[in-house]
């Protein structure tokens, strides 16, 4: 087992650039190719927005530090205008301005244009120096995992860590896309190893540090409020257990306890300034005297959380954008539609993101995990520092993700695999050790996940192992930002043009825009319709039709709202039916049981024949599906 490398620094050889270039490559050479995926459209134009005017209405439910970088690269590469499309800015109606659909019409409009304007604008204009910023989250991730493991398992750790990084399609998939998920996992990833230089060496440059690294992760994601808890609990474990394998930690408890206390405030002031310094230093979402937050929309909250925030806003402890955007999150985080293995709940499944870690992780990975796993506690030692240091974010957010029901997308678990990384690299003294099979198996499972990568390049986002079906199979299992984020419709002209198809139908789950990538399109249904003046049309038997898996698995269809009106026009339902199955829908979201649909309610109470549900079912979208 190699020795704990005392230093802090980090020696980059050739092999670390050769790997740091290969993934600046493939990130960059995938993110070309999508096109915007649904939580880019209002991520990249708020950001756009507070860098033009300093204005931080639009897009509350996430901090504003990723949304910010990307609008000032694409300030510094494009001419594209926000005052083009602000609309939203000379709205005084708080309903209006803070309206959801703003943010979307809005987001549409900046990257491609208004949707009657003629020609589209391209949106790769705008979408490359907004991705090409949030490659530099991933590099950075690179950076503190080849440090972090190298100090641990000695160079040949630090560089199977980062080689496993750069390969990771979950790292990939997210690096490269606008949105707080896999900036979130560095900020996690650099708060925690901050700390755990500063509990080596304390002083006052690396309590800074500390600071930092919080202060961004704050301004990164809501969930980051689950850090000072962390650190918390990592200094009391840093108190009572020392450094039993860490050179030069003061032996003393009581020393222990009056450094890492003075650094946990000193960091902590530090992050709460630096909170303030991405709103601008001003208390009131915008500059606009004739705007106000409208408190109401952020849902009910009640309890301790409650009025912890309803203190912090009386007494203007932090900016007001940040606080409504905590209250938003809190308030309207329980109730997301989510889809696992065909079926549809609101409430959840206690099994989610277990099961959707092993779907969408390389298989070779959790071997090679579980392997040293148990060649660990074969060796019977107790927990060192750096293992705590690991263990108790991943738990943290374990928990965080456990208690939601916000179970919508594999990209929640981002902060857990920079942590892995950094703990696989456990193999890399294996690789030097004196037993031939540990060498032999840690040489084939590393050649496995890189298969695995390869598999998944270019389209990082949809990749699943073979455990739940691949790329091909993998939407039975899992929809939304798992697989279908709309990424694939710049791919649609390029297969419209091998197969010689002319005019095609299309079922969009997306926010980009088909006309801007000079698709001939009819619109069946698209969930984001940036043209609802034009009338959606019904399909065609024996034309080509194109469907987003997540509709095609009947996500966001609404097709018991479809159901009801053709019932409704035929006589053969009423008002208190449908009172009387919505009354009934609420209590089975409510029990976290599944929705029974709305055609085999009306045929079970006796309402509606099976022949008359077919007949009504015939033509609707849902039944196309």
Known sequence: MAQPNPSTGLVLTG???????????????????????FDE?????????????????????HPPLVKWLAGGAIAAWSDRSVTENAGWMSAPSTKRAWRRADQWTFGFDFLNGPAAEQPRKDPLEVLLPARLAMVLFGLIGALLVTAWSTQIWGQTGGLLSLLLYVLSPTILAHTRLVTTDLAAAVAVLATAFAFRQFVRRPSIRGALWVG?????????????????????????????????DQPGIAPNRSTRFRQGLAGLLGAGLLAWAIVWAGYGLRYDASPDPNFTVPWHQAGELSGPRGQLLAIARDAKLLPEAYLFGVAFVSGNADRRLAFLDGERRVTGWARYFPEVFVLKTPPALLVLLLLLLVLRLRQGRPPSLDTWFIAVPMAAYGLLLASSHLNIGHRHLAPLYPLLMISAGAAGPLLSGAIAWQRFAVIGLVLGFGISSMAASPRYLSYFSVLGGGAKGGWHHLVDSNIDWGQDLSRLPKWMADNNAGEIYLVYFGTADPAAYGIPYLKVFQHFDPRPDQRPVPFVSGKLLAVSVTLLQGLYLKDGYAFAHAAHRAGLANQADFSAWSQMKERQLADGEEITPLPEWLVSQGKLSDQQRQALQAPLLSTLL
């Open 41 to 61: 459209t209002s991520h990249i134009a708020a950001g756009a927005s507070y860098v033009a005017t300093g204005d931080f209405r639009l897009n509350p439910e």
């Open 212 to 244: 930092l690294a919080l202060g961004c992760a704050l301004l990164i994601k809501f969930s980051a409020l689950i850090l000072p808890a962390v650190l918390v609990v990592l200094w009391l474990i840093w108190v009572i257990i020392g450094g039993r």
């Open 15 to 37: 092999k670390h650039l050769l790997l740091l270039v290969v993934f600046v490559v493939l990130a960059t050479n995938s993110l070309v190719r999508d096109a915007a995926t």
